[in-house]
């Protein structure tokens, strides 16, 4: 008897098994969706009711989610302009973020759901899985190796500042997955002999998702390109503006990006023509840059440093200002800047190096500062003398940017153009682990990455989620919702009316509201009413209210101390007690004033 028979195939132990490429991919999904649920665990079991922490902006985009849903598909409005929020002047969304392609997942989402709690939570877990993917995609597509894009993704996919963001509920600048392949779109665009029509596209679509991310992810992908740009042309190579192919790319990319980027920013462009994005000066700048500290810190919630870093260093900003790229990343970084002619892209490693220091600089913003705290330094005399002060500041290249750069000084936080130092460094770190990698058998090189993904996870775990908030609206809302008309609502006292819980709590009670969430964006009715509304009751307060249409009057017990005086005088003013729901007390303001006189 023959034991293996000519056209059947030979099972061998040693034979290797060839998956095919969806399965690989579905895989290294599946691989990042678990390391998902585990460093941001327990909240896959509260997906549907509650958000990590306290509410705030996460709420807002709660409410964002739900207001898309209602404007494309029960209004047919554009879903950027929300006519009944800031009433009756309008609000565009622009002055906080439209954030529409981390919150499109969730309005499906929400749609099947009807659950937009479920929605975003659903979109923020999902910005890591895309975030490590898309890493992953790019270190593979450079190394050939899809361990080293493997590690590299978990790098980039729970970075601290993505934890940090994450935490607050910023699921605008949690959507990071774009920027990995955009510069790889970019790269091979340069890189090709040939016309690199999918590269261009590539690139295009990515930088149009950017723009519809967040403007400050735009504005400063705009400004780190064009350094990648000269970078490339100065530093590695300047075939491409000989090449024909490159040209052609170069024009597809900008045809196709061209009307996504305008699209995403022309609500900004709206909102800047009516005066409405504010200009910061140096000393706001100054207040949301970095420290050098920042980028070298571990987490400030992490699960073992967290209160040891707490009691040596002002975290104060830890919102903004965990730039931490993590040990592992950095001294894979050094092996790769270290073997970059062997690595096969000495090119891009140099120029990963000059914009990650790029970044680090910038971040700094207009002055130097160290454990967020400007510097300054003591003069020698006759500086002192000439210059008339002991002593001075050091200046930094942010301060010549914030000053003739335009539009740079309405960047807010501009500590988040760190963030690029953290995509270079990991990029770079999978290039230096795939240098490894190719100099070790099988076991070793899975035995190595088990190690290094270990250590990152370690280096970035969190202190476990013990706080979560159920998302729901207020008792006087569902009163709200039940009452006849279509009059506006009005909060008080009035410096709550930017609160995004009583946005979101416009979705429950339907009706125009006063107020919104304008972040550091005042509209000009906002900011025409708020100083007389702040000293509320008086009589020119009722008298805008009823010029704003206002029928009802919310007034928040707690936030006055003798609010029998406060109640009394609302009531002389001739409006109506309704009902007192949770501390919530409810008047009717009849269509006219009572006349005092």
Request: charged share 15%.
């Amino acid at each position: 008897m023959r034991l293996f028979q000519p056209g059947l195939p030979v099972l061998n132990r040693t034979r290797r098994v060839v998956q095919h490429p969806a399965a690989q991919e579905s895989a290294v999904l599946l691989y990042f969706s678990l390391l998902t649920i585990w460093m941001t665990y327990p909240l896959v079991s509260h997906m549907a009711t509650s958000v990590v922490g306290e509410t705030g902006d996460n709420i807002y985009f709660i409410f964002l989610i739900r207001w898309f849903q209602k404007a494309w598909f029960e209004l047919g409005i554009s879903p950027f302009f929300h006519p009944w929020l800031n009433y009756p002047e309008g609000w565009n969304l622009a002055s906080t973020d439209t954030a529409l392609a981390s919150t499109l997942p969730g309005l499906l989402v929400s749609m099947l759901s009807a659950n937009p709690t479920l929605g975003y939570n659903t979109a923020m877990l999902l910005t890591f899985v895309l975030a490590g993917w898309a890493m992953y995609t790019w270190v593979k597509h450079l190394t050939g190796s899809k361990l080293a894009g493997m590690l590299a993704g978990t790098i980039y996919a729970f970075l601290p500042y993505r934890m940090a963001h994450y935490l607050v509920g910023h699921l605008n600048l949690s959507g990071v997955a774009w920027f990995p392949l955009y510069f790889m779109g970019v790269y091979d665009l340069l890189r090709s002999e040939k016309f690199a029509w999918k590269s261009a596209l590539l690139a295009a679509v990515m930088l149009g998702l950017i723009a519809f991310t967040a403007m400050y992810y735009l504005y400063f992908t705009l400004l780190i390109s064009a350094l990648f740009l000269a970078g490339y042309l100065l530093l590695v190579d300047r075939a491409p503006l000989r090449r024909v192919a490159f040209w052609k790319g170069a024009l597809l990319l900008g045809l196709v990006a061209l009307p996504l980027v305008y699209a995403g920013v022309q609500p900004f462009i709206s909102l800047q023509n009516q005066g409405g994005i504010a200009s910061r000066d140096i000393e706001y700048a100054n207040r949301f840059a970095a420290s050098p500290t920042d980028f070298i810190l571990p987490f400030s919630r992490h699960f073992l440093w967290a209160k040891w870093i707490g009691a040596h260093f002002d975290r104060s900003l830890w919102i903004e200002v965990n730039l931490y790229p993590g040990i592992v990343a950095i001294l894979l970084g050094i092996i790769a800047l270290v073997r970059r002619k062997e690595s096969g892209h000495k090119g891009l490693v140099v120029l990963a190096l000059i914009i990650a220091l790029t970044g680090f600089i910038l971040a700094l913003g207009p002055y130097l500062h160290w454990n967020n705290n400007v510097i300054n330094v003591q003069l020698p005399d006759f500086l002192e003398k000439t210059l008339h002060r002991p002593s001075a500041r050091i200046p930094l290249p942010g301060y010549l940017l914030f000053k003739y750069l335009p539009f740079y000084d309405k960047m807010r936080a501009i500590s988040r153009v760190g963030f690029f130092t953290l995509i270079f460094t990991t990029m770079t770190a999978g290039i230096g682990v795939a240098w490894l990698f190719r100099r070790m058998g099988g076991r070793k090189r899975a035995g190595l990455a088990i190690v290094l993904i270990a250590l990152i996870l370690f280096d970035f775990m969190p202190g476990k989620f013990q706080q979560f908030t159920r998302i729901d609206a207020r008792p006087v809302d569902y009163w709200l919702a039940k009452q006849p008309g279509q009059g506006a609502v009005v909060q008080f006292p009035f410096s709550q009316a930017g609160d995004q819980e009583l946005v979101y709590d416009t979705l429950i009670h339907g009706k125009p509201y006063i107020g919104g969430f304008f972040s550091a964006n005042q509209p000009p009715q906002f900011t025409a009413i708020e100083k007389e509304l702040l000293h509320f009751p008086s009589y020119e307060g009722m008298q805008i209210l009823q010029e704003l249409g206002v029928q009802y009057v919310l007034v928040d017990i707690s936030a006055y101390p003798d609010f029998a005086s406060v109640d009394g005088k609302i009531q002389e003013l001739g409006m109506k007690p309704l009902v007192r729901l949770d501390g919530q007390q409810v008047y009717e303001l009849f269509p006219r004033a009572k006349d005092l006189d």
